[in-house]
């Protein structure tokens, strides 16, 4: 069966870069109209669907931020009159530190974003998607959201509470026509990748060594498991957290 997402909304917020600068490309290619979300402004994928033959526009948002996700969806809907899918991707890996040396603030910023932002999108889209009748939710945990890592008390944490928020809403929004999910991405050639490892021979080679392929995992095949899962062909799946990796969770 051919995907389509003629005539669908979806919102991808961290939608400028990385995994969520292929997703929002992978549901344009599909027909979708996308909006583009990111806390910066930067027109490169809007304008990259729109040299395509797609439709999208670009919102500056804080998902962290109740009125900046509130004015998110608002526009959303000014643009397009619709929200048939989200993916909630926006997220930062924070700063490196044992749990003892990890600073408040690096714990409320990190806690901010990757979970609460999360909340608070889904707090605003789904209204919206309810009055579609059915639509598709996708929340960005991670490999650390299912394991732990040590030196990352902060982005561990809300990564695992991403898991946790995201089978609650899955509950209850299950008979109400929404599906809700979420991706756990393991290593990912990434923005984020290239600021942990700082590009380095040694970093680089001790984090492709976590993935039993021997190599990062490409936005794109992040992307592909996010479409996949918003489309028909995963119409019974809901209130689960894929693991999108090379293996290492199944070690």
Known sequence: MEITFKNKVAIVTGGSSGIGKATALAF?????????????????????????GGEAIFIKCDVSKTADVKVMVEKTIAAFGRLDYAFNNAGIEGIAASTQDCTEENWDKTIGVNLKGIWLCMKYE?????????????????????????????YVA???????????????????????NAVCPGVIQTPMIDRLTG?????????????????????EEIANAVVWMCSDEASFITGHAMAVDGGFVAQ
């Open 28 to 52: 344009a290619k599909k027909g979708a109209k996308v909006v583009i979300v990111d806390w910066k402004e930067n027109d490169e994928t809007m304008n990259l669907i729109k040299d395509s």
């Open 126 to 154: 789904i209204p919206e998607i309810l009055k579609q009748g059915k639509g598709v939710i996708v929340n960005c945990s991670s490999v650390a959201g299912l394991v732990g890592f040590p030196g990352l008390p902060a």
């Open 158 to 180: 809300s990564k695992h509470g991403v898991v946790g928020l995201t089978k609650t809403a899955a509950l209850e929004c299950a008979k109400l026509g929404i599906r809700v």
């Open 199 to 219: 590009k380095t021979k040694e970093a680089v080679e001790q984090f492709t060594g976590l993935e039993p392929v021997g190599r990062f995992g490409q936005p």
